[in-house]
Nanobody
Framework: QVQLVESGGGLVQAGGSLRLSCAASGRTCSSYVIGWFRQAPGKEREFVAAIGWAGTSATYADSVKGRFAISRDNANNTVYLQMNSLKPEDTAIYYC????????????????????WGQGTQVTVSS
């Protein structure tokens, strides 16, 4: 079992930055693939970024490439999502998710492939 707790959301102006954290607990959580997803009102949950257990393999949605960066600190069981140049369309609830690798190149971007989820943190970007 893995428990995930997100933090770091808030209200920011367009062009600003936020850093989200996903704190994981569980015996083998450092070996899990961690993904970030987001869900805006009235929309489906969408993939944002994912990172492998070693922290050397990162995948991003096209909409956030060059603006967001995912990283992990296995010593502290925490995954970060640094979000820069935020846009109003980035407004959503952001969730972190985890599962046992390998997820595959398609699986890492598929919400249904992850079995463990946090409660989410709200990010609001004002124009």
């Amino acid at each position: 079992q893995v428990q995930l707790v997100e933090s770091g959301g808030g209200l920011v102006q367009a062009g600003g930055s936020l850093r989200l954290s996903c704190a994981a607990s569980g015996r083998t959580c450092s070996s899990y693939v961690i993904g970030w997803f987001r869900q805006a009102p009235g929309k489906e949950r969408e993939f944002v970024a994912a990172i492998g257990w070693a922290g050397t393999s990162a995948t991003y949605a096209d909409s956030v490439k060059g603006r967001f960066a995912i990283s992990r600190d296995n010593a502290n069981n925490t995954v970060y999502l640094q979000m820069n140049s935020l846009k109003p369309e980035d407004t959503a609830i952001y969730y972190c998710a985890a599962d046992v690798p390998p997820l595959g190149p398609v699986g890492v971007g598929t919400a249904g492939r992850y079995n463990y989820w946090g409660q989410g943190t709200q990010v609001t970007v004002s124009s």
